[in-house]
């Protein structure tokens, strides 16, 4: 895949150490970008050309101090808590590592004077067209809120913003309880992927497009206050995908649909691309059978879990990037 030209001077990446985070920090780092990486863990800054930070997004003077004291070009908001279950218990939380997070930022860029700043968004948020929108989960409410001030910092205070809307990412190194992942694992595994009923489609979207996509969203002139879609245009229900993963790994496994419960009010959404191919010159390039080989392959190349249980997976997945 032709790689987009990266813009220059200096980077900050919140949320560093996650899926989208860590292949970002480091396709920046190669090309020869001076790259800030946060996370809320102590890590070691002994990946070249990448400088670590620990700082918690909710601290707003934290934030502020940082910014002031590195003064990047650009930035990614990646960080935040991205769980799209309706869970009561997840409100605050998600609340705070979202909107809090995302409004401290956008402060601290609005007075160092940052050329860029880039905000993942989420295709859980509800649609502006809807006569009135009403999230599905608190996450979608929360990436939907965030949004908001966002658009508010560009309109009001001039803030250099742009909304990456981010369509269902997958690919290697993707936490294993998402719903490829865990569906690879378990049949390389043999045993029966645990799924819902399936039926739902999703606009499916390969790593490597979305980092090129985010990468031309830092530095593509003229596009500051949009709303930009990065996916792939179709749709592929999960159903679907689950059985292209079945003839991949050429098991003869029989997939429980249905054993776990649907989420209420999700739709099916497909990304814009041709709108963002005319601001961006982006367009995704790794089609869904493609991508689904490559990830196929990385996992049969990891070693196997000697404990499987869905409970397993969450604790070990890193929650807060």
Known sequence: MPQSRPFTGSALITGAGGFLGS???????????????????????????????????????????LVREIKPDVIFHLSGLANGAPDMGLV???FHSQ?????????????????????????EEPRGMDPEPVPASPYGAAKWAASAYARMFHRVYGTPIVIARTFMTYGPGQPEWKVIPST????????????????????????????E?????????GVEGMTLDLGSGTTTTIREVVARLLALTDA?????????????????????????????????????????????????????STDPSPQRLSAAVERWT
């Open 23 to 65: 292949k970002l920090s480091a396709r920046l780092a190669r090309a020869g970008l001076t790259v800030h990486a946060t996370s809320r863990m102590e890590r070691s800054s002994s990946d070249e050309g990448v400088r670590w930070w620990r700082l918690t997004m909710e601290d707003a003077r934290a934030v502020e101090e």
């Open 92 to 94: 605050s939380e998600i």
């Open 99 to 123: 909107v809090t997070s995302t409004v401290n930022l956008l402060t601290a860029a609005t007075g160092a004077g940052c050329r860029r700043i880039v905000l993942a968004g989420s295709l």
């Open 184 to 211: 690879i694992r378990a049949l390389l595994d043999g045993r029966a992927p645990r799924l819902s009923h399936g039926t739902r489609h999703v606009d499916w979207i390969y790593v490597d497009d979305v980092i």
């Open 213 to 221: 996509g985010l990468v031309c969203c830092g530095g593509a002139p």
């Open 252 to 304: 003869s496994i029989r997939p429980e649909f249905g054993a776990l419960p649907e989420r209420p009010s999700e739709d099916n959404r497909v990304a814009d691309v041709r709108t963002t191919s005319t601001h961006l010159a982006w367009q995704p390039s790794i089609g869904l059978d493609e991508g689904l080989r490559r990830t196929v392959d990385w996992y049969r190349s990891q070693p196997s």
